[in-house]
């Protein structure tokens, strides 16, 4: 339910996303005939039962899976250790490069896959609620989350552990609501797009190595610790980049100029993962 919301926070597509994602629509004929845009952002949630192509696209000619049925919109893959390890390996290339090409006998199709990736899993096979409640060996528990490769985790931004809720939180309102935190990632896309207004970028993620260096510079004290964070919890030269864009995103909800080694701090805490991969 919870990532269900998830587009409910983000901003409405704008004149270009509007048409890119209806083009999109209409080649695998699921636009509505009332609508001649899709003015919402897509959400799409396959059965973990799904196949590559269904996934990334196939077939003869070739044709957009998921990934890109999802383009600007979010895609959420419940029980994630539950699909194909091949089919999740399938996303790296869509995930890194934001486009799926697929090659056939019949051609090429080249597709378009700006997606945001939420999966949920539980931390274990039986489904425990909670690591500390879990009557699940270590050996089996490893076993379970190993069907996530390093590859591909390092290619996921944000690693959070929710704890069960409590019965009392149950139906409890907290936090900000979905309005208001819109407003917020709303003005940090304005902030994004105001840097970018002279390169073909639309939001941190799609910063380049280059980019990052010059839209991303970080205090001495904020670099040493990313390089601990390299040495002691394994982080690739990609995680280290993905760091650096999600503390460049978090200095944009705050409103701030510039990544402090506060934002670093924040961005490493939310590589979870990486510490049961710790060398």
């Not at 080649?27 to 799409?44: C, E, K």
């Not at 949630?45 to 196949?51: E, R």
């Not at 552990?161 to 990632?185: F, I, N, T």
Request: net charge positive; charged share 25%.
């Amino acid at each position: 339910m919870l990532a269900r919301r998830l587009p409910s926070i983000l901003p409405p597509l704008g004149g270009d996303e509007a048409i890119d994602v209806s083009t999109i629509w209409s080649v695998a004929g699921l636009l509505p005939n009332h609508a001649a845009l899709v003015r919402s952002r897509p959400f799409r949630a396959p059965h973990h039962t799904i196949s590559v192509a269904g996934l990334v696209g196939g077939g003869s000619p070739p044709h957009p899976g998921e990934v890109t049925l999802a383009h600007l919109g979010v895609l959420f893959l419940d029980e994630l250790p539950e699909f194909a390890q091949h089919v999740l390996e399938s996303l790296r290339q869509p995930l890194e490069d934001g486009r799926v090409t697929i090659a056939r006998a019949s051609g090429i199709g080249d597709f378009p896959s700006r997606f945001q990736l939420v999966g949920a899993a539980n931390p274990c096979r039986r489904g425990c609620s909670s690591l500390d409640l879990c009557v699940c060996t270590p050996t089996e528990r490893a076993r379970y989350l190993g069907r996530l490769s390093r590859p591909l985790l390092d290619r996921i931004d944000l690693h959070v552990e929710l704890p069960a809720l409590a019965h009392g939180d149950l139906g409890a309102a907290a936090g900000d609501s979905s309005a208001v935190v819109r407003q917020r990632v709303q003005a940090a896309r304005e902030r994004q797009r105001s840097r970018f207004r002279r390169l073909a970028l639309r939001v941190n993620a799609e910063l380049s190595a280059r980019h990052i260096r010059r839209f991303c510079a970080v205090p001495h004290d904020a670099e040493r610790m990313l390089g601990a964070a390299m040495s002691q919890l394994g982080l690739s030269a990609r995680g280290h980049d993905r760091v650096l864009k999600v503390a460049r995103t978090i200095a944009d909800l705050e409103g701030a100029d510039g990544i402090t080694a506060e934002h670093c701090a924040e961005a490493l805490q939310y590589r979870g993962l990486d510490r049961r991969w710790r060398p």
